[in-house]
């Protein structure tokens, strides 16, 4: 592969650049051309790659695209599942380089979804390529590409329900997660779920004058801040009633094969460019973004926020709020619960709204399964060191939803890098990771 | 003057609607030109209504609006204030008609402005045209209008120094505030200071994947959330160490006294649309915006606020918090104390900015001082009930200034009324109470 890469780099970049220069932002409607162009550019290059079909195909949201390449039905089938569609690029003023006008600085891509997920998708349509091209294409395989994980995959599921025969494999490989670090590959066994949430909180019906009602009518802002607050206790526990219910205890075992992965918590204060860190009481900082829940308010904003100073007592406050679940809790269960919660600790005097965003179940794939000892073997050839088993902190709802309704375990071979900063301004890509997941890719099918 | 009112309507009207179709926003740069064209309309409007002279005088800010007219030196003279700058209209889409296409429904001019101050100011205009008109104008009238009064006035203050001969006289007449109702006409006699702040919570440097570092990073719009959360304690009390200090605790005779002011609890909490009003324990809600400082926030804003859901956990979070003071607390000192507290609440994880926006003192004219006296005998003409002393809950910060600075006493005849909703979408003026108020004004000067 490693020729074949060299002698392809250019053809490869530009391909992968057609794609970064769509602006394929899922959440907002005024791009939904944007989505469908991105969708046929990738089946385009499905079957330039050599697929025997390749299509794009419609469904009650932003649309699917779908390839094949069969080369016996006896043999084994691996699913690719990946997405085109990629976070918005705001605060766009923070970017060096226009989100959408892909540049290589240092070794790196620079572009909204660089690393997640085009830049990986892109691995596994130029491992197919090698493979076919060569004759090595030893499995049949099958790529769903979708455009709505982003927005927590709201149409997939329906889809696939309706396309199970069409989607029928044996395993699902994703590439669109991190490993720990070059020097320390590692494949996630699992993922936390998620239940997202608007919240909206009135307090009196119209805007007034702080002046003229301050102290004496419920500021919704105020109260929202509150409210917020009481959601984690000192310990950094979630207060919603009955949330710890499902959340399953990690025995000693498990936890000490976990915190095997090197960790230097100096270097992970140094990056954030914060003193301190915090979260749930007796776990550390690995364990809190793996394998325990979480609460993070992702947006706020209610009242007077343009410049300079408006003296009024808003009418509306609202905010964005997202919990982060361990695999046996159930995303619907918990967004139930949230509000419930919500509502009933809204103080007299303001009124609440709970809305349901998205979310998905977590998910755990055993260390022992074969698509993982395919994946390890291959990374290990390639790193020259045996990959760690780790939790992944993110959230793919889908597959959880695709591992309930194929029946399959998704595994995820990540070579996303922490400093990549997906989800944020100058987001990147490394190079050598690009290419190292083509060739790990490849020794997959190999191995598998 | 009531039959000079009919017979001159619709001129009326035209010359008004002439100052509300200028969008003279203070606080937004973008507006800068139509603060002087709002400044320039005004002075030609004070040249016809009889003024010796008028003109628009610059500042550091935006520019003042100066007139007089001298009967004889040795008349007492009574400087009349207002301001021509208005606050933003935004919510924007919630204005059932343009803020700034003044139209007439149901007996009330609707538009930004149209009580505060524009109509309030130009029933002192046409009062005075009258008074000149018909040969009836017995004292020294001085007219400052100023440009900035919705942004603290900050260049008022320091150009009135600078011109304190031009601005000698005996009393300062204000028409900015309400009266409790039509059928309970008040004065005001008192009013809150404000101390106006933005503050800045950064976490992280970098806006984040919220499920690869929820749960293990202080997130700085939660953190911000529990800081304002504990600002107020449950007796509704202000945490802010010293924030008391200066308050001073009314005497039983004096709370019996304002407690005359008729007051609809029932009737407030339907006009505001809430089911509970909320405030410092131990005072009425009367008291709680009269006598009592108090604590909002004006704005918040973090992270993702836009369409769809992000699952990001942002570098910043930002509010504004401005509390209202009473007469003794001085709004450096409160700003001070403000500021230093909440560096001091901040979590290890954050760092914390505190941005003094605006601020001003708030001031008590005593009922016994002459201009009281006039202006409660001419009201109580005009509506056939003797005008309630009430305290204002609003801050007109530069009266305390012009007070200090030219040793004189604001007197605050306001005839706008709770409906009016001022600083909110739909803002309105009634015209049976512009109308009431220029001919309360004719009197006061019959009587003062």
């Not at 929202?224 to 984690?232: F, G, N, P, Q």
């Not at 310990?235 to 976990?258: H, S, W």
């Not at 095997?260 to 973004?289: I, N, Q, W």
């Not at 595994?411 to 990549?420: A, H, I, V």
Request: proline residues 5%.
């Amino acid at each position: 592969m490693k020729e074949y890469i060299e002698k392809n780099k250019e053809r490869f970049m530009s391909e992968l650049f057609s794609l970064l220069r769509i602006p394929s932002v899922s959440s907002s409607s005024e791009h939904r051309n944007d989505m469908r162009r991105c969708a046929e550019r990738l089946s385009e290059l499905l079957l330039e790659a050599g697929a025997d079909n390749a299509a794009v195909y419609e469904t009650e949201g932003h649309p699917v695209v779908f390839a094949e390449k069969i080369i016996d039905k006896k043999a084994a089938t691996v699913l690719v599942y990946g997405h085109y569609d990629v976070q918005p690029a705001d605060p766009v003023d923070l970017w060096e380089s226009d989100p959408f006008e892909p540049v290589i600085r240092d070794g790196a891509i620079y572009a909204r979804g660089a690393d997640d997920d085009k830049g990986q998708l892109f691995m596994h349509l130029k491992a197919f390529e090698y493979l076919v091209k060569s004759g090595k294409l030893n499995h049949n395989v099958k790529f769903i590409f979708e455009g709505e994980e982003e927005i927590g995959s709201p149409s997939l599921a329906k889809w696939a329900e309706s396309h199970k025969e069409m989607l029928r494999a044996d395993d699902i490989l994703v590439s669109d997660t991190t490993m720990i670090d070059e020097s320390v590959p590692s494949i996630n066994c699992g993922m936390r779920g998620l239940a997202y949430v608007e919240v909206e909180v009135t307090g009196p019906d119209k805007d007034l004058h702080s002046g003229h009602y301050g102290g004496a009518v419920v500021n919704p802002i105020n109260a929202l801040c509150s409210m917020i607050s009481s959601l984690i206790d000192e310990n950094g526990r979630i207060t919603v009633k009955g949330f710890y219910d499902d959340v399953i205890e990690l025995d000693p075992q498990e936890r000490a094969m976990l915190a095997k992965a090197p960790f230097d918590e100096s270097e992970y204060k140094r990056f954030l460019g914060v003193d301190a860190v915090r979260g749930e009481k007796g776990y550390t900082t690995m364990e809190r973004t793996g394998i325990r829940p979480c609460l993070d308010v992702n947006g706020i904003w209610g009242g007077y926020t343009g410049e300079g100073a408006k003296t009024v007592l808003p009418s509306k406050a609202y905010a964005k709020i997202s919990m982060r679940l361990v695999p046996a809790q159930d995303f619907e269960k918990i967004t139930e619960l949230f509000a419930k919660h919500f509502e009933s600790i809204a103080p007299e005097g303001v009124k609440v709204k709970v809305k349901p965003c998205h979310g998905g179940n977590g998910f755990l794939t055993p260390v022992s399964s074969k698509v993982y000892k395919a994946a390890s073997k291959a990374i290990k050839e390639v790193y020259g060191i045996e990959p760690v088993p780790n939790r992944g902190g993110g959230s793919i709802p889908i597959l959880a939803d695709l591992q309930k309704i194929l029946g399959i375990n998704p595994l995820l071979m990540g070579f996303g890098l922490e400093r990549d900063t997906i989800h944020s301004p100058n987001e990147s890509y490394l190079l050598s990771q690009l290419f190292k997941g083509m060739e790990s890719i490849v020794l997959f099918y190999k191995y598998y």
